[in-house]
């Protein structure tokens, strides 16, 4: 039976190229930066521009496809996911990072159905890295495969996280703890790459063995979510229960051991989180 899905991903490949280039040229400029939630929650014009191209071209040719993107949401779309068909985007990830002209900087999408993860892209535009995964068909990377490092000691893992600034005290507090609480496993040491899409990618094609983010939303994880696990690599709850795309957290990992020793060893500082306490 032919895939019901495969001409989305052609198009999603395309499409992300597009947005590769506009940000690629867009880092020969100025770039004006804004501010949303807080002093460290960045958006450019860029963003913008790359989402609407992405909408639109979409959009074109299917016009009943659901859509959760970023700076739609920033804008006061819905961030619901439903069972329709839904491409969940985000046009830069890692912003603070373009506006620094650091060098990890991705565009990522996921496309659900009945909220299952078909596909998921992401292309680390300055590093032109086309990562792309198919449900139960593999991952690549610019066309060749990729899989974990299947490292199951964590004492010798690599593994990633973000530090971000975070004006509720508790949530900043338990970050630190967690970090300190990871390090003195110990581990071979922490990264932070600062794009969450290429965080899984790096996990996904061997080059750290785990990653966890507290905080973050669907648009960060669907595409990478989907390249991690065709990669063969382990993806979960930070409570070590089932992943959950609008729970804005996650562990992945190249084993089961390490992603459940991380679940033991951090403590929840989502958003999520501190509300329920
Ligand atoms: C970013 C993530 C990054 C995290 C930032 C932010 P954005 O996404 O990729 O890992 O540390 O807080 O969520 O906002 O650049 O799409």
Redesign the pocket.
């Known amino acids: 039976m032919s895939d019901p899905w495969q001409e989305c991903l052609d198009l999603c490949v395309e499409v992300t190229k597009k947005a590769g280039e506009m940000i690629r040229e867009a880092l020969q400029k100025d770039i004006a930066v804004m501010q949303k939630s807080s002093p460290v929650?960045?958006v450019t014009e860029t963003?913008q521009r790359v989402e609407q191209l992405i909408i639109s071209s979409i959009k074109e040719k299917f016009p009943a496809h659901s859509f959760i993107g970023?700076e739609s949401v920033a804008a006061g779309a819905a961030s619901v996911l439903t069972d329709d068909p839904t491409w969940i985007i985000?046009p830069?990830?890692?912003?603070?990072?373009?506006v620094h002209r650091f060098p990890f900087v991705s565009v990522s999408i996921g496309f659900t159905v009945k909220k299952e993860i078909e596909f998921g892209v992401v292309y680390s535009c300055i590093e032109d890295k086309m990562y792309t995964a198919r449900k139960g068909k593999g991952a690549f990377c610019n066309g060749a495969p990729i899989k974990v490092s299947g490292q199951e000691d964590i004492s010798r893992s690599l593994v990633l996280t973000?530090m971000?600034f975070d004006k509720d005290p508790a949530r900043f507090r338990t970050m630190l703890a967690n970090v300190e609480s990871i390090l003195t496993i110990p581990v071979h040491g922490i990264r932070?790459p600062?794009?969450?899409?290429v965080?899984m990618c790096l996990v996904a094609c061997g080059s750290a063995d785990a990653y966890y983010?507290m905080?973050?939303?669907c648009?960060?994880m669907a595409g990478g979510a989907a390249v991690v696990t065709e990669a063969g690599g382990v993806i979960m709850d930070i409570s070590g229960g089932p992943f959950d795309l609008m729970s804005r957290r996650l562990i992945v990992a190249s084993s089961r051991a390490v992603a459940e020793r991380i679940a033991k060893q951090v403590a929840d500082q989502s958003p999520e989180a501190s509300a329920q306490r």
């Open positions: 929650d960045l963003d970023e985000d830069i990830d890692g912003t603070t990072n373009f973000e971000n932070s600062g794009s969450a899409a965080n983010h905080g973050i939303h648009w960060d």
